[in-house]
């Protein structure tokens, strides 16, 4: 039985499988331009985040109806169910749907078919995390939260994602103004590839509660502290930033350091399709190459409950934070 984990870091476009990209491509009558999914699979090297990027926004092509989002997302909870996920926080990109003519409400109520049912049918509760692209404009941001207002009993929190450099968060400002008064909570990728500056702005002018990534914070020894103090959840993505190159392999991975510094840090799959594993993949390939003992898994566990968006169903998250006690290493 694996260890129960809360995965906060996941695109659920991420975990589009070659295998169910060519079946979608096929019923919904689009041509890939790949041969067959041992090709597409070859084109999986990424030299970076934006090359990574290309290919995760082309292979989106392939959904375009609610029975493909609900297909997307009862495949992907039924593989964390497998690997011990029992609350899954699952981002959703809607601007890059809207932008090919699938509306909001196409991805909602798809993605809702298998959310809705997912505590019944998989054992994992789930919330859903709407980002904004922060290659787009604050006016396109501004008008996806306009245009998700119908559907705000289905989304938990905003974030922010795709291309950071460039795109520091205070551009986007006013539109996490307008979430938090909607009620919405707020996360934001922030110090992936961008600077620790952008950490200190996601926090100081976004206002959010978790920093997705987080990983160059260790650049900043006055941010660590800070992060330290404030108990910021960081949602560190391991196999993630390997394959797009934010650190040389996973045995250079600083999340031990990171650790070792008391950083309340959370292990996650980020686009596990494209990245060579999914959550329980995930903490095991880091704990094997940093020789984590069974006391940082476990507190690894333990942050990954207390850093989710709980606050509705505390009895769940108690629920959940005594399987983590409970759990025996095999
Ligand atoms: N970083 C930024 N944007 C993203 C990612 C990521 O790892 N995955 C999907 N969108
Ligand atoms: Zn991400």
Redesign the pocket.
């Known amino acids: 039985m694996p260890l129960p984990k809360a995965e906060l870091?996941l695109?659920i476009?991420?975990t589009l499988e070659p295998d169910l990209a060519f079946e979608l491509a096929a019923r919904n009558g689009v041509t890939l331009p790949y041969a067959d999914t041992d090709a597409l699979r070859e084109a999986y090297l990424f030299a970076d985040?934006q090359s990574?990027?290309d290919l995760?926004y082309a292979l989106m092509a392939v959904l375009r109806t609610e029975r493909d989002f609900e297909d997307l997302a009862s495949a992907y909870l039924a593989r964390a169910a497998a690997q011990g996920v029992r609350h899954a926080e699952i981002?959703f990109?809607p601007q890059a749907h809207i932008a090919r003519g699938v509306p909001m409400e196409t991805v909602v109520e798809g993605l809702w078919r298998a959310l809705g049912p997912s505590a019944e049918n998989h054992g994992v509760s789930t919330r859903l995390i709407m980002?904004f692209?922060?290659d787009e404009s604050a006016e396109s941001a501004l008008a996806t939260l306009d245009a998700a207002k119908p559907f705000l009993d289905r989304i938990t929190a905003v974030g922010l994602?795709?291309?950071?450099v460039g795109h520091p968060p205070a551009k986007f400002r006013e539109v996490y103004e307008a979430a938090a008064a909607l009620g919405l909570r707020r996360v934001a990728?922030a110090g992936?590839?961008g600077p620790p500056a952008y950490i200190t702005e996601a926090l100081d002018v976004l206002g959010v509660e978790r920093i997705?990534?987080g990983l160059r914070c260790m650049e900043d020894p006055a941010l660590v502290e800070r992060l330290v103090r404030e108990r910021v959840p960081l949602t560190v993505?391991p196999l993630?930033n390997v394959r797009?190159r934010a650190v040389a392999n996973l045995a250079d991975h600083p999340l031990a350091a990171m650790l070792d510094a008391g950083l309340m840090c959370t292990v996650n799959s980020?686009?596990p399709a494209?990245f060579g594993g999914y959550a329980g993949d995930n903490l095991d390939a880091v704990g094997l190459a940093l020789g984590l003992g069974e006391g940082r898994l476990r507190e690894l566990a333990r942050n990954s409950f207390l850093a989710s968006f709980l606050e509705d169903d505390e009895g769940l998250r108690a629920r959940y934070l005594a399987e983590v006690e409970a759990y025996e290493f095999g």
């Open positions: 870091h695109h476009e991420g985040l990574f990027l995760y981002f990109d980002c692209l922060r994602d795709s291309a950071e990728h992936e590839e997705d990534h993505c993630s797009l980020d686009d494209y």
